[in-house]
Each structure stands twice: as structure tokens, then as C-alpha cells.
């Protein structure tokens, strides 16, 4: 078997507004955005990543902004193409109630942190929209007296939200005296398998990525009916493995042994929905590696200022006087995104991601 291009995709009710399905689409763009970036950089290897985390992570950032770094996260998100009236916040608000509904079939849990300097005098408006639209309660911690103790409290708490599966999210160094501001967004997946693997059918065999072979545990389900579909554009099978409720993993498998390149800088998402609809069902022999990986931290901020949103990230430049303080007094330092996923035969999958955007103060 050869490399694969996996997502988990979040079926949106159809009694979903349409507007918020607009932004389901526009999260997908900007995921795939994201997704080329990485496949892109030649120092990642494993990418994993939850492009839900990221984006809602930057809506809740949009709504400290003014001028140009509001203008460059509008255009990069395309929150710019929703008309004037429809309030981004209100519409991750009515997205994450759908999808975070105590009534789906799944686990799907989404924690939000603002870690503020207990020093800094916050825009109570800024504070009240982070609690009103996505539940962010702040947490006072004195960066300026004690930044490591600080850095070792936020891990502990990502710690807590993603039952230890990652630890060090704040690497050492990453917050210090200056820092005022810590945003961190935890989201933690399991879904139970429609059709679970039978583990007694599972062997090694080999598995070939970027020309080399490797010996892995093959998980296999044959002849199971499952929604199937060939695109011989962009030449590769596609798979759809069903969790139970509004979940599933698709699985795109390039047919060349080297073409995974090729379907990467292929896949866009209005083709991806096109080939998801038509999917048919037919009996399909499945075969797919159990794996996990751990500890797969993407360094935000150079991706995101590959899409355009670079003011931000510039002492001097970034406008987010929303949260406090005047325009260009306070910068982005840090924005990581790490994440955690296992993959195996038992009736469930599960993934923790985390996001983390550190804010200094320039003037101290």
C-alpha cells in the first residue's frame, strides 16, 4: 500500500443554515490552504492538524483587531466574502453548537483559555465577546513576576484538556516578562467505527511513502459495502469510512506509488465536495495502516504569513488595540499548533489538537 491523504469530515446537518454552511466551506478552503503550505516545506514530515482549531483560534484574534490586521485575516479566511450583516463570531458560535451537540453520536469537545497578565488593562468588550461567543473564560497570571512558572501552568492546563497526550505545548523561552496574552484553543475527537476492523485479521505488510518501504500493522475489513469513487483527475481512489452520527474519515489514495505529490497540489475543496456527493456505495476490500502520531507541532506563524496575514506577527504593525492598549503596541511573538492522533482497530479514533498564540507587550 502506498501513502494516503486522510480527513476526518464533520457532515453538517441539513437543517444547518446556509450561511453556516458557507462557513463550513470557507474552513475547508482555508484548511486545504494551510494543508498545501505544509506538504510545501520540506522540514514536515507527518502532517496532521485540525483546521477548525486553527480557524476558530483566528476568529476569536479577529475580534482584537482593527485596520489593516483585521483587513489581512478577513481576506486570508475570506471572511470577507460574507456580507456586512453576518457577524463572524455569531457564526463560529452557531457552527460549534451544532457541531459540539451533547446529542451527536460522537465525542467532540473544544476548550477555550485566554491566559491574560493580571497587569494589563483588557477592553472588558473584547473579554465579554470572548465569553459571549466562544465560552473563552480569562485566567490572570502575573507574566512579569514569574514567566516560566506561567509557561508550566498553561502546559499543565493543555495537559489536562488533552488527558496528557501533549505536554509541552509552550516550548521554553516562548513566554516572557513582555508577554500579556495567551490564547489557547484545545479540541479533543472520538468517534466510534459504523463498521469497526476485526483486529484478529490484522498483519504486516509493507507500505510504501516517498520511495522508501516500510513494515506496518495493516488493519483490513473486506468486503464491506462502504461509498467509493474513483477521480481520474486526480488519480486516486477515495474511500469513506463512516463513524457513528455526522463523522467520517475519507481516505484518498493516490494510484501511482510516487503520486501522492501530485494529489496534493490537485485537491481543492469544490472538486473535494463534487467527489464526496457522487461517492457510490459497492463493496470495498479495506486495508489501512494503524498508526499514531504524537507530538506533530506546526510553527503557525510563517504558514500564516504565507497567506497573508502579516501584520500581526510585526512589532510595531499589528493593530490589536480591540483586546487593549493602542495600535502597534501589541504583537503576536508565537503561534503553534500541535496535535495528537491514534488510529486503530477498536471502534473508536480519537485526536486532540491545541492551539497557542502568544501576545507581547512591545512597550515594556
Not at 13 to 19: E, H, K, P, R, V
Not at 59 to 76: F, H, K, P, S, V
Not at 103 to 117: E, M, P
Not at 125 to 137: G, K, N, V
Amino acid at each position: 500500500m502506498s501513502a494516503f491523504v486522510i480527513f476526518v469530515a464533520l457532515l453538517l446537518l441539513a437543517s444547518t443554515g446556509a450561511t453556516v454552511q458557507k462557513l463550513d466551506v470557507l474552513n475547508t478552503e482555508f484548511g486545504l490552504a494551510i494543508y498545501k503550505q505544509l506538504t510545501a516545506d520540506p522540514e514536515v514530515k507527518d502532517i496532521f492538524f485540525s483546521p477548525i482549531s486553527i480557524s476558530t483560534a483566528l476568529a476569536m484574534l479577529q475580534l482584537g483587531t482593527n485596520g489593516t490586521t483585521e483587513d489581512q485575516i478577513n481576506r486570508a479566511m475570506k471572511f470577507d466574502t460574507l456580507s456586512q450583516n453576518e457577524n463572524v463570531a455569531a457564526l463560529f458560535r452557531d457552527l460549534n453548537a451544532k457541531l459540539y451537540n451533547a446529542s451527536n453520536n460522537y465525542t467532540l469537545k473544544s476548550a477555550n483559555r485566554f491566559f491574560g497578565s493580571k497587569r494589563f488593562p483588557f477592553r472588558q468588550t473584547f473579554l465579554s465577546d470572548m465569553r459571549d461567543y466562544f465560552h473563552a473564560e480569562p485566567e490572570y497570571v502575573d507574566f512579569t513576576a514569574n514567566p516560566e512558572g506561567s509557561r508550566v501552568h498553561i502546559n499543565d492546563w493543555v495537559g489536562n484538556q488533552t488527558d496528557d497526550k501533549i505536554k509541552e505545548l509552550m516550548a521554553k523561552g516562548t513566554v516572557t516578562k513582555s508577554t500579556v496574552f495567551v490564547l489557547a484553543n484545545a479540541i479533543y475527537f472520538k468517534g466510534q467505527w459504523n463498521m469497526s476492523f476485526n483486529s484478529t485479521m490484522t498483519s504486516t505488510l509493507p507500505f510504501r511513502s516517498k520511495g522508501q518501504e516500510a513494515k506496518v500493522s495493516m488493519m483490513k475489513m473486506l468486503g464491506q459495502t462502504h461509498r467509493y469513487g474513483i477521480s481520474t483527475k486526480w488519480n486516486c481512489q477515495i474511500l469513506e469510512l463512516p463513524y457513528t452520527g455526522y463523522v467520517s474519515m475519507l481516505v484518498f489514495l493516490p494510484n501511482e506509488p510516487d503520486g501522492l505529490p501530485q494529489l496534493e497540489s490537485a485537491i481543492n475543496s469544490i472538486e473535494l465536495n463534487s467527489l464526496v456527493k457522487n461517492l457510490t456505495k459497492r463493496p470495498v476490500d479495506v486495508y489501512l495502516p494503524r498508526f499514531e502520531l504524537k507530538d506533530v507541532s506546526i510553527k503557525l506563524a510563517d504558514h500564516l504569513k504565507k497567506l497573508g496575514m502579516t501584520d500581526m506577527f510585526v512589532d510595531g504593525e499589528a493593530d490589536l488595540s480591540g483586546i487593549g492598549g493602542a495600535p502597534g503596541q501589541l504583537f503576536i511573538s508565537t503561534a503553534v499548533h500541535q496535535a495528537y492522533v491514534k488510529v486503530d482497530e477498536e471502534v473508536y479514533s480519537f485526536a486532540k489538537n491545541m492551539d497557542a498564540y502568544t501576545m507581547n507587550d512591545s512597550s515594556r
